[in-house]
């Protein structure tokens, strides 16, 4: 295993860290004597073997059921020490109720502190807001801090990068969980900010939202030859020094293998990674035209300023990922979260396009006049049935 220094927290982090989000039992919360030991054993087999590898950042949240209590009845086993541990609590208008969830976490993980606490979904103004008001969430957060019961407080999002940013520049966290990968690098500005605070950076779920890289359509397969499309993207983010941990959501032991192969590449990235990216952005340009791929972007309007709140800008990203590098499972999964998903991932979808107007939230794009025709076909395309988030079923 590789570790890069985790920012301001000076803590040595492994360059993957075991996200608790995919071996749990259920994404509700259940008594521990109904969790199957079948569950429980999979979940500490999990776990062994990651420490076993090095991976001692244990990752998981309030919000990922009954994987804080299952991971409770092993955690204590290990030199405190030589595990980095952190959980995530949703900020909520009602401090106390954060209070009481934030007690519940570090009573079901059974440690005398956590290292790393995260602020879960600081994915609105709004909810930063609550988070950094005097006797907000934060502050909340700071009282056990000063118990010595949470060593580092950072934060998580799924936002707009403006409000990563917004949040990065209050200078009050330690560390930032978002995503980056090479199918959305959005957030680059926000990892740039955070280098300028020393805020660790952790890259969430890089090969599921990242793509469903677990299982890649056979056309991305051999775009990312000869790397697997699972290595290409882990090599393409952690060759840049600023991203420090990518999470690897291991619901089984053997989750880790595919991962590991990227760390003997690591000091040959500059070698490999060119005809890799050269092939992918050749075959966007070959599949959406060249002015398509390097302008679809300008001028869109965000889903707040557009009639039925549509997301376009999410959409015709998903279109492009499906026409380019046929990731039609992945923009199907994508799409039909969007109305379900909230602050986590927001905006409508485009099954009501026909009946609005969108011309003057479009005056700036220059395919305002075909934009509409491209939404409608992308609903036709990835339209199905709605998708809830994994943590609201």
């Known amino acids: 295993m590789q570790y890069r220094r985790f920012g301001r927290t000076e803590l040595q982090m492994p360059v993957f860290s075991c996200g608790g989000m995919r071996y749990q039992y259920k994404w509700q919360d259940v008594p521990a004597w109904k969790i199957p030991s079948k ?47 952190q959980t995530k609590v949703s900020p909520k208008e009602d401090v106390k109720e954060f209070r009481r969830q934030l007690h519940q976490s570090l009573k079901l993980l059974k440690l005398d502190y956590i290292d790393l606490l995260g602020l879960h979904g600081i994915n609105t103004d709004e909810v930063l807001e609550q988070c950094i008001r005097p006797g907000g969430c934060l502050d909340e957060a700071r009282k056990l801090q000063d118990q010595g019961k949470i060593r580092f407080i950072g934060f998580s999002t799924h936002g707009a990068t403006e409000t990563i940013i917004k949040t990065i520049e209050t200078g009050q966290f330690d560390y930032v969980n978002l995503h980056w990968y090479y199918i959305f690098q959005e957030n680059w500005a926000a990892i740039q900010a955070a280098k300028k605070q020393d805020m660790g950076v952790f890259i969430i779920s890089p090969s599921d939202k990242g793509g469903h890289l677990y299982n890649p359509p056979p056309k991305l397969v051999e775009l990312c030859k000869p790397l697997s499309p699972m290595v290409f993207n882990n090599l393409f983010c952690l060759s840049h020094s600023s991203v420090h941990t990518l999470s690897i959501g291991a619901s089984k032991p053997t989750d880790f293998d595919e991962h590991l192969k990227v760390l003997p590449l690591l000091d040959q990235a500059d070698e490999i990674l060119p005809p890799i990216l050269h092939r992918l952005e050749q075959e966007a340009i070959d599949c959406l ?76 794009s220059p395919y305002g006049d075909k934009i509409p025709y491209l939404l409608g076909d992308t609903h036709r395309l990835l339209g199905g049935a709605q998708v809830q988030r994994l943590s609201s079923s």
Not at 47 to 75: C, D, F, M, P, W
Not at 312 to 332: Q, V
Request: one cysteine or more; hydrophobic letters at 35%.
């Open 39 to 85: 569950s429980q054993d999979n979940l500490e087999a999990t776990i062994k073997t990651a420490i076993a590898l090095g991976i001692n950042h244990i990752e998981t949240a309030r919000g990922y059921g009954t994987s804080e209590v299952q991971l409770g009845k092993i955690l204590p086993s290990f030199e405190r020490d030589k595990i980095i541990v």
């Open 289 to 364: 035209g060249e002015d398509w791929v390097k302008t679809w972007k300008e001028g869109l309007p965000n889903y707040e300023e557009t009639p039925g709140n549509i997301n376009i800008k999410t959409i015709l990203w998903l279109r492009n990922l499906a026409l380019a590098y046929d990731m039609i499972e992945y923009g199907k999964a994508r799409y039909n979260l969007l109305g379900n998903g909230g602050h986590w991932f927001p905006g409508q979808n485009a099954a009501k396009v026909n009946e609005l107007d969108l011309t003057d939230c479009l005056k700036n």
